[in-house]
Every structure is written in C-alpha cells, then in structure tokens.
C-alpha cells in the first residue's frame, strides 16, 4: 500500500482530497462488503420482529449512545457552581447537540417563567426601556452558527505536566450552536444612546447576579439577544429565556438569564472583569479586557483514549475556531512539526463558528507526534505552547489557544505531550 | 436655500443608513425612575450604587464566621472556596498568591460581589450594613485597613488597594 500513495508531508499524512476521490475507499470497501452483506441478508434480526418504539413527543439519543454526555465537575459544597465540558470526542461535524453544550454556572440554572421575564435597559439612554418577552418575540430576528468558548478552556495547557485525559475534558468548554435573536443594536437604538455611552454592564437574572462589562461598539456591532438555541427555545443551562451572545468573544460576556443592560460611560470594574477573567503575567501585571478567544485548533479523532488497531488507513480530524473571523487554513503534521500539509476544510467555513477540518492518514506503526495549526482570516497563526508560555509566563489561566501535540506509540496508543 | 437643500440631502441619507436594517417594533415601556433605582444595583469603583449602610472588620468578624467561614476557611484562608486573604507570597511567585489583598484592584468589587453574589446558599440575604462590615473585615484580614476603621458609601471608595496599578489593558 505504501507505494501506491502520495505522500504530502512525513508520518505519513497523505493529500486531503484523497478521501474525496473515493476509489481508494471504495476498493477497501468492496474487498468487505460481500461477506458482511451476506451475512446480513441470511438473518432476519430481533428488532425486525416486533414493532418498534411509539412516537415520542422529544426525541432522545440511541440507548446505545449513552456514553456520550458532558463531564461535569461541580463544587461539593454548591453543585450548582462548576462547569460541564462538550464531549468534542464523540462529536463530529460542526454543530454541538443543544444538551452537550459546555456549562459553567455560578450558581446553578434558574428555571425562569418566561411570563414572568422583563428586560431593562437603563443608564446613559434618553429612554430607560422595559420589554416583556412577548416584546422581544415581534422583533425582527437573525441566526448567526458560532462558538461559545469559556475564557478558561484547555486551561491544563499551562500545567507543566500535559494532562492525561480526553480531547473534550481537556478543551470542551466551548461549544457551536446556530444562535437566533433580536440585534442587541435594535434595542439600543431604540433606547437612544447618549453621547457618552462606552460601556455596556450586563447582569444576568441567576443566583448569582452575574454581571460583567462589554465595549459599546461590540454591543452594537454584531451582539444578540438569543432566544432560539439550534432552532428551539434557548435551553435552561444556556440562558433561558435570554442569553446575551457576543460572537468570538470569551463565554463569560455572554451572559445568560440576562435581565438587565446598562449602559454606562466606564466599566463596572466587577469581579469577572478584575479577580477572574485577567490574566497574570509574569512580570505581576495582569492583561485584563482579553475578549477575543484567538484561534485554536484540536484534533478531536484520533487522540487520548483512542487506540489505533495496527498501521494502515486513517482519517485525522478536529476542529478550529478564532474569535476573530474566518479560519482560512489548517496545517497538520504526522512528525512533530517538522513538516506540515493542508487539512481539507469542511465548507461551509463561517465566521467565529467551528470549521471541521479532515485528512486522510497512513500510520506505519511508527513512534509518531500529531499536531494541528489554526490560521485565521487576520493571518494569526495558532502558536506552538513554548512561544505561547514564553510570552505569558504559566500562571495566566485563561486564554491557551496553543498548538496541541499528541504522541502515537507504535503499539498506536495516544498520549497528550509537549513537544 | 443652497444650505437647505445640502441639509436635506445629508438627512436623507443617513435615514437611508438607519433603514438598511429592519426597524424595531418599539415595543419596549417607558421604564420609571423608581423601577431604575430598584433594578439597578450595580456599584462603581468611585462609589457610585453603593447604598447607605457602614460596618467594620469587628462587626464583620461575626458575619464572617456565620455565613462564610465554612466555604472560605477561617480568617479567609484555607476553605474549598477561593483565598480571599492570608497571602503567603506575592504575584510573581511560583505558584502566584491571588487574594483580594495581593490581586483585587478596588474594594467596591468585594462589596457587589459579596451583596450580588453571597453566600452561595443565600444569595441577597445580608444586609447592607452586613456587607459592609464583612467587606471591612476582608479587608482588614488584608491588612489594608484598620480593625475599627467604618466602611460606608463615603469611604469605601478611598480605600487604597495594593494591586491597584496591577492591570494593562488589552488594545482590541
């Protein structure tokens, strides 16, 4: 087989449009499928023999698939304060199921009576306003697919030891949805802007009063009132009745269960803008006001917990996102970085939104290190994890977007390194 | 005339900038004062929102020990939640020792937090002057202010907190 293939670059990755030319998928394929085919043909089997299962008012995943849930790692002492990670393992193309969203609480999920749900802005307006939600429902809307990705996400990136775990327990706190609401910029318009509006401080209708800080010219520029989370009512872990959606920016601003804009000509200077959401730097000083989740790239298939059978034909895949536009371009190497090839993006490629990116693989039972690398529309280029901890030191916690290596064993087992 | 008609011109056209997108409905109710002043809780670091009220560290001691001691350990340290005091070493220390005595830029941010967010089984439930007196207790524990020293909307904002030139500004 080794001969037959054109490499593009070392540890055998091969050029991504081969998988799309088929014939050497399907010449695998008809070597197998008579014998399996036969065997299915000859017997009848037990659930063709009975009727199935009812109609269902809500669909739920296969029983099969029950392995497929979020990891949640909640405070003992107030399970409602934590988070919970997207399994993007188990996950393929782009869109995250609505009830695998990644969750972090402050203080649990209120279950808000939409009847009983008002929404004030206030502050530097000429008209302090008060919307019902049956207001907001008459509103022209927009749908925007984009990420949502928790400040602190793949924050084990900063350990000095790589952490042993999977790819979504690792980096699943971020999650893409299609988001449909009202334009933030409707509202505001409405409400008049004074001269002297800079800062707009969101506060959340949850335990714990959520509230946090944002730009005015983000507010106006491409923020959502969310009340449809892929094409349903928003779920109750995502912000029900109404999440602020401020696409490519970190989770935190996001607010969900939002109740109340105000807006304002400085920041509120709260606890998520100053204690937490900053960045230590090594010097002492702390980056504070990093909105933008930069681009980032993770393969998602084959890594931790996977275990490859012996050498031959795989498919490398993952996912890349930035918060600054478009990924234009993902590099993935078989050889630790010595060489690189072009995946194939999965079209179509949105702004701040997941792209899928694949390319087809020949292991050859070798010692190996997989890596992937993110571009984006800026001409960012996700970083390898030295030059990242260089510039920021290890003690930052939030905002690791680093290149991710994952070492093959020739017994094609899958570890997490630095390398 | 001239000026007129120039004046025309540009008012069509910037209604024709507000048209490309949809308008909205205009549905949102005039929302009163007193609706504002109820809702609005949010503080600034000049003080602005914070209520009347006053406390010190003595007074705080006992709400402390009441309704945050079990999470955050006592004299702020050593519980499950976040120090909040008894730093042992400073920000560039390996590993760094983040409490609102080494990290917290302003002391009207312990204050809305705490009356926000705290405690977490009993969120809203102290009152003002609760707050305040386990805010001055905080920061006592810190050593930034005296044990008898009162923390109201006067004084809240005038305290000098250590890591207040801690933070750069991201350009965006």
Redesign the interface.
């Known amino acids: 087989m080794k001969e037959q293939l054109d490499y593009v670059a070392g540890g055998g990755l091969l050029d991504r449009r081969l998988f799309l030319q088929r014939s050497l998928v399907f010449s695998v394929a008809t070597v197998l499928a008579p014998e399996v085919l036969a065997a299915e043909r000859d017997d009848i089997q037990q659930w063709q023999l009975k009727p199935g299962d009812p109609l269902s008012n809500y669909g739920k995943p296969s029983p099969f698939e029950q392995k497929t849930i979020r990891w949640t790692m909640g405070?003992?002492?107030?399970p409602g304060?934590g988070v919970s990670w997207t399994p993007l393992h188990d996950l393929e193309g782009i869109i995250t199921p609505s009830g695998l969203h990644f969750e972090r609480h402050?203080?649990g999920v209120p279950q808000i009576d939409p009847d009983k749900y008002q929404l004030?802005?206030?502050g530097l307006v000429g008209?302090?306003?008060?919307?019902e939600m049956a207001?907001?429902l008459?509103?022209?809307m927009q749908s925007i697919i984009c990420f949502v990705e928790c400040g602190g996400n793949s924050n084990a990136g900063w350990h000095s030891q790589p952490i042993q775990t999977q790819v979504g327990y690792f980096h699943g706190m971020a999650s893409c949805s299609e988001w449909t609401g009202?334009?933030l910029?409707?509202?505001l318009?409405?409400?008049k802007l004074k001269g002297r509006a800079k800062w707009l401080?969101a506060?959340g209708a949850d335990?714990?009063?959520?509230?946090i800080s944002i730009?005015i010219e983000k507010a106006l520029d491409d923020c959502v009132l969310v009340l449809y989370q892929n094409g349903e009512r928003i779920r109750p872990e995502n912000g029900y009745p109404l999440r602020l959606l401020v696409p490519g920016w970190e989770g935190v601003v996001n607010v969900k269960w939002l109740?109340?804009l105000?807006v304002?000509n400085?920041p509120?200077?709260?606890?998520n803008e100053?204690?937490k959401y900053?960045e230590?730097m090594?010097?002492?000083?702390?980056?504070?006001?990093?909105?933008?989740m930069d681009a980032k790239s993770i393969i998602t298939q084959p890594t931790f917990g996977h275990k490859l059978a012996k050498p031959g034909l795989y498919q490398i895949t993952g996912l890349a996102w930035s918060g600054r536009g478009k990924i234009t371009k993902v590099d993935v190497s078989a050889d630790g970085g010595k060489s690189w090839a072009e995946a194939e993006l999965q079209q179509p490629v949105l702004s701040k939104c997941f792209t899928r990116f694949r390319i087809p693989w020949h292991w050859q039972g070798d010692n190996i290190v997989l890596k992937s690398r993110a571009t984006d529309e800026t001409g960012y280029i996700q970083p390898e994890r030295a030059v990242l901890v260089s510039e920021r030191g290890?003690?930052g916690y939030f905002h690791y977007n680093a290149i991710v290596s994952w070492a093959v064993s020739s017994e094609g087992r899958i570890s997490h390194v630095y390398a | 005339m001239f000026t007129l008609k120039l004046f025309l011109i540009i008012w069509v056209s910037f209604a024709i900038a507000a048209d490309a997108e949809q308008p909205g409905p205009n549905l949102g109710k005039l929302a009163s004062d007193d609706l504002v002043k109820r809702w609005n809780r949010d503080i600034f670091p000049d003080g602005e929102g914070l209520p009347e009220g006053y406390g010190n560290a003595m007074q705080g001691k006992s709400v402390y020990v009441q309704y945050c001691q079990s999470c955050h350990g006592q004299e702020g340290s050593g519980g499950s939640a976040d120090e909040l005091a008894g730093a042992r070493h400073g920000l560039t220390d390996n590993p760094p020792d983040k409490t609102i005595g080494t990290y917290w830029p302003y002391a009207t941010t312990v204050f809305d937090f705490t009356r926000r967010a705290m405690p977490l089984n009993a969120p809203g439930s102290l009152s003002d002057s609760q707050v305040y007196a386990v805010t001055a207790y905080l920061l006592y524990l810190n050593g930034i202010i005296k044990e008898k020293e009162e923390m109201n909307a006067k004084t809240l904002p005038l305290v000098n907190m250590p890591n207040r030139q801690g933070f750069t500004r991201e350009k965006m």
Do not use: C
Request: glycine share 4%; proline share 8%.
């Open positions: 405070n003992a002492m107030a304060n402050h203080n004030l802005i206030h008209k302090p306003l008060l919307f207001d907001l008459r509103y022209p009202v334009p910029r409707l509202l318009n409405e409400a401080i506060e335990a714990s009063a959520m509230n730009p109740r109340r105000h304002s400085r509120g200077m709260t606890r100053t204690a900053t230590l090594p010097s002492g000083k702390a980056r504070q006001f990093t909105f933008i290890e003690h």
